[in-house]
């Protein structure tokens, strides 16, 4: 039987590429979205529209304990349990420190950050039952060499490193591993956001000279979920063009 996989924040650039990925590689596919179901519909036409027809569409906000519960229920429902998690969703609110309100704090800490503890805590414990499982946690550049106007960002995805090192050495044991990616600036809609003159900045600091590509992201999960990555655990894979080796 197919193995399960679900993506957080699933519909979005990183996440689609993710999803049809691990579509290809003969799982199958759940994805969280947080916007209106209307967003999810047009997604899942145009994913059929490409060839990729079986993907799941699961309401969640990730940034409440609540929905993640109610995700858990209706995911085991329609597909049994989850094997594979992504914990991909995420947002920015940047500003520089001065400019930066308790409000923004708080909103990217919770929604990338607690949201990994929350929805983790819904499939970890079954995956640890049933002796295998796979977690990879998405993380950033960011997280590891801190980033002017992303105190908020920086400080959740560094965290999620600290997580991921502290639950690998609890659930090893029972087959799961729980690894982490850094991406560096990948050419989405978040990296398009950030103005013009700041983005040419940055690119000409990667020495590959370019953004990179949702797809390859989206590799890096596909061996972590493998068979092939059983013996990493607690790791974090560094993927930014080399923007920043550590
Ligand atoms: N280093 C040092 N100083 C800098 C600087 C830098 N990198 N960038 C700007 N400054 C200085 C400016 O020269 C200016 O100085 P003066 O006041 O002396 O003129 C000052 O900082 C500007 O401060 P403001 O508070 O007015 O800044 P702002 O409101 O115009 O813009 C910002 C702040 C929105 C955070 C903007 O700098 C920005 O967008 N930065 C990029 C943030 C970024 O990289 N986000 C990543 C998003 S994608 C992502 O997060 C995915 C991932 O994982 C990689």
């Known amino acids: 039987m197919a193995k399960t996989a679900l993506v957080t924040g699933g519909l979005g650039g990183i996440g689609t590429a993710i999803c049809r990925q691990l579509h290809c590689d003969g799982y199958t596919v759940a994805a969280t979205y947080i916007h209106n179901g209307v967003r999810l519909q047009s997604w899942l036409e145009k994913q059929k529209a490409d060839g990729f027809d079986s993907f799941h ?8 304990w609540e929905s993640c519960a109610k ?7 329609d ?29 990217v800490i919770v929604t990338n950050l607690s949201s990994v503890f929350y929805v983790s805590r819904q499939f970890v414990p079954d995956m640890a039952n049933r002796g295998f499982g796979r977690v990879v946690n998405i993380s950033s550049v960011n997280a590891q060499k801190g980033q002017f106007g992303q105190t908020n960002y920086s400080a959740a995805k560094a965290g999620m490193h600290g997580f991921t090192k502290a639950l690998a050495q609890e659930v090893v044991s029972k087959g799961v591993t729980i690894n982490t990616i ?55 894979i560094a993927a930014n063009g080399g923007q920043h080796m550590y």
């Open 57 to 64: 569409g699961y309401f969640c906000d990730i940034s409440q």
């Open 79 to 107: 597909l049994g349990g989850v094997d594979i998690l992504v914990n991909n969703g995420g947002i920015t609110r940047d500003a520089t420190f001065r400019k930066m309100t308790a409000e923004m704090w708080d909103e």
């Open 71 to 77: 995700l858990k229920e209706a995911v085991e429902a």
């Open 182 to 236: 850094s991406p560096g600036y990948i050419g989405t809609d978040m990296v398009n956001n950030i103005a013009e003159e700041v983005r040419e900045k940055i690119r000409a600091q990667i020495p590959v000279g370019r953004f990179g590509t949702p797809e390859e992201i989206a590799s890096v999960v596909s061996f972590l979920a493998s068979e092939n990555a059983a013996f990493i655990t607690g790791a974090n």
